[in-house]
C-alpha cells in the first residue's frame, strides 16, 4: 500500500496570502494524484487531478504540480471560502490511499 | 451532470451488517466505477472498495474478508454491505464515481455502531 503524507497538518494563512500545501508519496504515482476539499459537515469536493489539471469549477488561483512522489498544491490568493482541510489522494496503485489531510485556518 | 444520492441505516448494534445504497442520476451509469469510502470521526479518508458497470469489485486488503459491493445497473445503485460490524466501523460512509479521482460524490450517511 502507497502512503501518503501530507505537510504540514495545518496551515494559518491571511486572506490574500500565498498557501503551499504538500503530499508525499511512499513510492512513485507517476502524475496519478488528485486533491480535494473538505467544509465541516460537507463531503469532499475534487479541485484538481492528474496532478495538475483543474476540475470542472475551480477557480485558476488553485494549482497543483509535481510529479513522482513529491506534489504542491498551491492557492494563489487565499479567499474566505477556501479556509478547509485538503487531501490527497493517489490512483497509481491498488488500494487507492489518501493522506491524512492538511487543515488551512485563518490567522 | 451526474448526480449521487445515498441511503441506509445509520445505527447499528456490534455484529451486525451495514448496508447502504447509492442512486446515480444525471449522467452515464456505464462510464464509472463506483466506489465506497468512509471517514471516522476527526479522522482522514479510507477506501473500501469500488465496483464498475460489468460487476468486477476490488476491496481495500484490510476489509476484504466483510465487504460486498454489488451494482444493479436495471436501477442505476450500487451498494455497500459490511458484515460483523464493531465500532471501529463508526465513520461517515460516503459514496463516489470516478475513474481514479472521484466526482462526484454523495452526501455521507453518518453510522455509529453501538450496543
Known amino acids: 500500500e502507497i502512503v501518503m503524507t501530507q505537510f504540514p497538518a495545518s496551515l494559518s494563512v491571511s486572506p490574500g496570502e500565498r498557501a503551499t500545501l504538500s503530499c508525499r508519496a511512499s513510492q512513485s504515482v507517476t502524475n496519478n494524484l488528485a486533491w480535494y476539499q473538505q467544509k465541516p459537515g460537507q463531503a469532499p469536493r475534487l479541485l484538481i487531478n492528474?496532478?495538475?489539471t483543474r476540475a470542472t469549477g475551480t477557480p485558476p488561483r488553485f494549482s497543483g504540480s509535481g510529479s513522482g512522489t513529491e506534489f504542491t498544491l498551491t492557492i494563489s490568493s487565499l479567499q474566505s471560502e477556501d479556509f478547509a482541510v485538503y487531501y490527497c489522494q493517489q490512483y497509481n496503485s491498488w488500494p487507492r490511499t489518501f493522506g491524512g489531510g492538511t487543515t488551512v485556518e485563518i490567522k | 451532470q451526474v448526480q449521487l444520492q445515498q441511503w441506509g441505516a445509520g445505527l447499528l448494534k456490534p455484529s451486525e451488517t451495514l448496508s447502504l445504497t447509492c442512486g446515480v442520476s444525471g449522467g452515464s451509469f456505464s462510464g464509472f466505477h463506483w466506489i465506497w469510502i468512509r471517514q471516522p470521526p476527526g479522522k482522514g479518508l479510507e477506501w473500501i472498495g469500488e465496483?464498475?458497470?460489468?460487476?468486477?469489485?476490488k476491496y481495500h486488503p484490510s476489509l476484504e474478508s466483510r465487504v460486498i459491493i454489488s451494482v444493479d445497473t436495471s436501477k442505476n445503485e450500487f451498494s455497500l454491505r459490511l458484515t460483523s460490524v464493531t465500532a471501529a466501523d463508526t465513520a461517515v460512509y460516503y459514496c463516489?464515481?470516478?475513474?481514479?479521482?472521484?466526482?462526484?460524490w454523495g452526501q455521507g450517511t453518518r453510522v455509529i455502531v453501538s450496543s
Open positions: 492528474g496532478t495538475s
Open positions: 465496483i464498475n458497470y460489468s460487476g468486477d469489485s
Open positions: 463516489a464515481g470516478g475513474l481514479g479521482w472521484l466526482d462526484p
